[in-house]
């Protein structure tokens, strides 16, 4: 299991951007709409990683309260796992609690799962199943 991301909230895509691309010396993919979570995401190359960056298109979706509640930061940690419904069955047999049960198509056409961030002292989990 390696990162696969780490997720940023975002008010607006193109603002952040500005800021992003030309720190990280990256171009960022195409703005894709995610609309099962209600967002827009750009991917941005940092090494072996990326970052995720995600602006929400409704003010109550997951991370439109995430930036009421907390503004703009790190949402979220991906790890990239074979199997991301293997991954949920192991946090729920050894008791943490999921937010997925079973896996879903996310950003980028790939299957992700995510785990409460009660289970991981705080920090939501994602777990990508690899290309």
């Keep these: 299991m390696r990162i696969d991301h ?4 975002v008010r607006n895509l193109e ?3 500005t800021t992003f691309e030309p720190l990280l010396a990256t171009r960022a993919t195409t703005p894709e709409r995610v609309e099962s979570q209600r967002v827009r995401v750009v991917f941005l190359e940092a090494g072996e990683t990326h970052f995720e960056l995600l602006e929400p298109t ?10 009421e509640r907390r503004g703009e930061g790190m949402h979220h940690v ?3 796992v ?7 069955a192991g946090v729920r047999a050894r008791g943490g609690r999921l937010i997925d049960e079973v896996s879903r198509i996310g950003a980028r056409g790939r299957r992700v799962g995510f785990a409460h961030p009660s289970t991981f002292s705080g920090t939501l989990v994602e777990f990508v199943e690899a290309p």
């Design 6 to 9: 780490v997720g940023l909230a």
């Design 15 to 17: 603002h952040s951007l």
């Design 58 to 67: 409704e003010a109550d979706s997951p991370v439109g309260r995430f930036l």
């Design 78 to 80: 991906a790890f990239r």
């Design 82 to 88: 074979p199997s991301v419904d293997v991954a949920l």
